[in-house]
Every structure is written in C-alpha cells, then in structure tokens.
C-alpha cells in the first residue's frame, strides 16, 4: 500500500550508536526523543536495542501507549504537562519537565492520592523563550518546590533552538549552570540530573564548550536524521537518508505549465501562480496534504521537482528526469523532520521498517 514510510533500520542503529558513543565519552547520557515518529514501536526498539536505555516523548497519549506496548524504560515528558493531564503523568511517565508551582502542586496532590514518586525535573529559560522559570526564579522555585509532598528534584533541563531559534553557546549555557548552582545551594546537594538541551546543544560538544556537569541530552532530530537543523551542522558519520516517503503515479501527461483560463483561489483559499514553461510532462501522485506537509519532501531523483499540491495529489514536473516514469511506479522522496512529524500522525501512511 502506498503511500508509505520506510525506514531503514541498520542505518537507524548505526546512527542511534554513533549518537550514544558520541555523548558518552563526553559523560553525557541520550534521552531519545520519539516525539517526531509518534513513538512508533518498531523505531523505538531500534534506538533501544542501540543501548539508549532513557526516552523521552512530548506527548503523554504517546508514552501510555508504549506503557502498553510493554515498553518499560524510563519515560520523561517533555512537554510541560496540563492540569487535565496530571493523573496520567503520574501513572504512565517517570520523570517530567516543568516550569509552573501550580501544576508542581497538582503533580504533587496526585502522587499522594496515587501513593506514587515522580521526578520532577525543573526547567530554566535562557533565552529561546519558550517554556521555563528565568534563570534569577530558580532558587525561590526550587525553594518552594523542595516542601512538597512525594516531589523528588532531580534535576534541571534547558531547552533552545525551538520557537527563539536561539543557538546554544557559552553564554546561555553558562547561565544554565549558574542556576544549577543556586539550585543546588538551596538544596544542600548535588543534582543527579543536568539535562542541557536537545540535538543543537551537541553544537557545544564539537565546539569543546560542553560544560562538565551537562550529563544528559534529550536527543531526537540526530538520531533519526543525522543533522542538526538549528545549526545547519551535519553530524559525521551518520546516516541522512533512515527515512523514505514512498508515493505512486496515477497519471502522467505531458501538459501546459500555465493553468487555462482565468485564475481564482486554489483550495485551500490562496491564490496560485505558475510560470510559463510551455509544454511539460507531468506526474501526478497519490500523495496529498492529508498524508504530508508538502514542503517537508523532496523528490530523491534528480529531474523531478514538486508542481504543487492539494490535499490527495501531488504534481511532479518530470520533464527533466532522465528515466522512464509510467502509472504505477513508485517514487522516492526525501523527508525532513517536520515532514516525518506530519506522516506520523497521518493514518494513511503506512510504516514499514526493513
Ligand atoms: C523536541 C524536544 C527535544 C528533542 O529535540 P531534537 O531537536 O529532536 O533533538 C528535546 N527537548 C524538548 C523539551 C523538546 O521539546
């Protein structure tokens, strides 16, 4: 059935073990992030039979279902959970980030009432401005934080490179660390974990600015691609192409590249524009939006670029491709992580892993 998402799992777990060694020998543990293929079990067991032992998901319907599933690592949750949510937070995950004293309360309330821990795990912003507690709250959060029930502070994460686009350095990590610090000061101990970003932060290992007390990284974009999107970095060694889109061709004519006639909106409300470049020859495949954010594929072939596209058919413009291409063929495309994200959670991609 198509279309379909192939995964390539010997290049899956090569990538997962070079991720791991790479962290290890700096003292720094994965947490792999399953977020961006929803959690699909086959992929997991790939990444855990690379000897990650930690995961990590944004989403608690996902970690109850590898519960489920029989999965029994350890689970954080990296989302900052909903009120709505806490009773299952408590159940399902073991660690969770969070950066509000009202949902730490709400979490504490359902341990009790569960007669369960969990880990709590404190987030701090340092500049990308998402989720976290800025750097100067931290000592009176964790102070407060430190007198509820059944709360066990296990350490501190940070987060950048997502909606700020701000890169790791040795600024903004240093910042981290100083919170730590106070952290740890009003506590009286050591922090056990130091969680100190996601795959951009591996930046601050190939620079040599790692600071020694990070000792985990929640990674999820180098394992399953092998880049770093935030910093435009190729990691070395790894494998870009774990990921096939596979889509079939429905029709293929050679037609005007101008659409006939006067032009209105297309169907989704814009309005479209196409150059004049006569006569082409012209794919149509049975891929649409329903099954893929569209700028998240790119065709594998050289000589085929993406038309455009509606919610069922995808238009390739063929002419320049150097093969043969007739109905029912099966064509290959690239995917970026956003892409993998919006296949996932498209019922009509089927996954299949070899
Ligand atoms: C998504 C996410 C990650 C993983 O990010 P990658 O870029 O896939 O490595 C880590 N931490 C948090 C809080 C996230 O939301």
Not at 64 to 82: A, D, G, H, V
Not at 105 to 126: F, K, L, N, T, Y
């Amino acid at each position: 059935m198509y279309p379909r998402l192939v995964v390539d799992r010997d290049k899956l777990y090569h990538n997962a073990c070079l991720i791991k060694n790479l962290c290890s020998r700096h003292g720094i543990e994965v947490v792999a992030v399953t977020k961006g293929y929803c959690a699909l079990k086959d992929i997991t067991d790939v990444i855990l039979s690379a000897g990650i032992e930690k995961l990590a998901d944004s989403r608690i319907l996902n970690i109850k279902r590898m519960r489920n599933e029989c999965i029994n690592n350890y689970i954080m949750l990296i989302r900052i959970p909903m009120l709505s949510e806490i009773a299952d937070v408590v159940r399902y995950a073991d660690s969770v980030l969070v950066s509000e004293m009202d949902t730490l309360r709400s979490i504490s309330e359902e341990c009790v009432r569960q007669g369960r821990w969990i880990e709590i795990i404190i987030m701090v912003d340092v500049g990308d401005l998402r989720e976290g507690i800025m750097p100067e709250d931290v000592a009176d959060f964790v102070k407060e934080a430190s007198k509820l029930r059944r709360i066990n502070i296990a350490g501190l994460a940070t987060n950048v490179g997502c909606i700020g686009g701000t890169m790791p350095d040795k600024d903004n990590i240093s910042r981290f660390i100083e919170a730590v610090y106070s952290a740890e000061s009003i506590l009286g101990r050591k922090l056990p974990t130091i969680s100190g970003g996601s795959t951009c932060t591996l930046k601050l290992i190939d620079d040599g600015e790692m600071p020694e007390r990070v000792n985990q990284l929640r990674i999820g974009e180098a394992i399953l691609f092998g880049i770093n999107d935030v910093c435009g970095r190729d990691i070395p060694g790894t494998y870009k192409d774990v990921f096939t889109l596979e889509a079939e061709v429905v029709e293929v004519k050679r037609k005007p590249s101008k659409p006939i006639g006067e032009v209105g909106f297309d169907a989704f409300g814009e309005v479209p524009h196409f150059e004049d470049r006569g006569i082409r020859k012209r794919a149509i495949l049975a891929l649409g939006k329903q099954d893929v954010i569209i700028n998240g594929i790119k065709p594998r072939h050289a000589g085929m670029t993406i038309v455009g596209a509606s919610s069922d058919h995808l238009i390739l413009d063929v002419e320049d491709y150097e093969g043969t291409i007739g109905v029912g063929d099966v064509i290959p495309f690239d995917i970026t992580y956003g892409g993998l994200l919006s296949v996932s959670t498209s019922p009509y991609v089927e996954k299949v892993i070899l």
